[in-house]
């Protein structure tokens, strides 16, 4: 069993529960003697679910089809994340607490908004990086201001002067807790601002489930900001790159809400749209019903996702390729006609920590 047919076994055991008959497929694949237990569990960490596997693994009564010391690595993961993320929370409900003592309601994004809005079955089951938090406007610097006297401090300086476009505060961080916390301005990038709008994100907010005093984003802009997160600001799309975790939030999402009606609107990301879900839908066997199916356009973009999933080298040399490409030559091309982009060029070459940061970009590479 290759990479590809790894990360489809994967998908299929995230939707078990979802999709009729699945489960059956998935003990078939478990059974299969060509699987190989550790590109499993080396594919399962890179998409960031095996803590989600393990859960499903004992939900779908699928233990005796795992080797012991798989099932005791699974086990021992999502231990460690349940235990983690037990800290975190209770960082985010200290968090809540000191703002609220000075009138400030925030309303949380991402993996916290929602562990707290009960959108999966355990806090276990989702890894959670940092702590995302959207406060008015207004109340923006005041807010890191009280986290700063609380003991956080920001990794990199505050520049007032980029206060328009800037989307969050610089990461805070504290000796002692489990996360970062990024204060934000704006759920996500500037430029997404059309499709995802601070106003109506804070118009359509719901109050936290499991968490007084706070709130989180509507489900509506939840699916909107998971695929702004995925294919756009993470650039999954010009990759080809999408991380199973995203597609199982995306796919517990759908369970609330119709993602057609939510999607029909976004016509200037219809083909990205129509990927992302292609993906979702082959992924966990999933029957297309949204509306998006543009054969024509996705299946360009879906045999360059299955080509990374197969070939590590080919992977890592598109990948490399195009970020060379857009790093050097195209951003560059640009910035000669569009003056925004060239200041802020400018001021990127003029900042020493940014050659730090660039140069651990292809570190991590």
């Keep these: 069993m290759n990479m590809l047919q790894t990360y489809y076994l994967i998908g299929n055991m995230l939707s078990s529960d979802s999709i009729s008959n699945q489960r059956e497929c998935v003990i078939k694949s478990l059974k299969s003697p060509t699987i190989s237990w550790q590109l499993f569990i080396a594919t399962a960490s890179n998409h960031l679910v095996l803590q989600t596997i393990y859960r499903k693994v004992l939900e779908q009564q699928l233990t005796k089809y795992l080797p012991s010391e798989v099932l005791g690595h699974l086990k021992y993961i999502y231990d460690i994340n349940f235990q983690r993320n037990t800290k975190i929370l209770e960082q985010v409900n200290s968090i809540n607490l000191l703002l609220n003592s000075h009138g400030i309601v925030p309303l949380y994004l991402k993996g916290v908004g929602n562990i707290i809005d009960d959108l999966y079955n355990n ?35 505050y520049e007032l002067n980029n206060r328009t476009k800037t989307m969050h505060f610089p990461i805070l961080t504290k000796p002692g807790t489990k ?3 990024e204060i934000h301005r704006l759920p996500d990038r500037y430029k997404f601002s059309s499709i995802l709008e601070v106003d109506e994100v804070w118009q359509d907010k719901k109050p936290a489930k499991n968490m007084l005093n706070c ?9 909107i900001h998971n695929f702004i997160h995925s294919q756009l600001h993470h650039e999954g799309h010009l990759y080809a790159k999408v991380f199973l975790r995203s597609l199982y939030d995306l796919l517990l999402l759908s369970k ?17 749209v129509a990927c992302y879900l292609q993906i979702m839908n082959k992924g966990f066997k999933i029957k297309d019903t949204t509306g998006f199916n543009l054969k024509y356009k ?13 070939t590590w080298i080919i992977s890592r040399s598109t ?3 195009l970020k060379i490409f857009r790093a050097y030559i195209k951003i560059p091309l640009l910035a ?15 900042d020493k920590s940014w050659y730090r940061q660039h140069l651990n970009s292809y570190k991590r590479f």
């Design 319 to 321: 990948y490399l390729f």
């Design 298 to 310: 996705v299946s360009g973009y879906l045999i360059r996702h299955e080509i990374n999933l197969s």
């Design 215 to 223: 709130y989180v984003m509507s489900d509506r802009h939840k699916i």
């Design 336 to 350: 000669l006609t569009s003056r925004e982009l060239r200041i802020s060029l400018i001021k990127r070459l003029s």
């Design 256 to 272: 609330r809400e119709n993602l057609e009606t939510v999607f029909e609107s976004m016509n200037k990301y219809r083909k990205e």
């Design 123 to 157: 806090i276990g089951e989702r890894i959670m990086h940092d702590i995302d938090l959207l406060v008015p406007d207004e109340q923006w610097e005041a807010s890191a201001d009280i986290l700063i006297k609380d003991g956080y401090q920001p990794r990199q300086r």
């Design 179 to 181: 996360a970062s916390v």
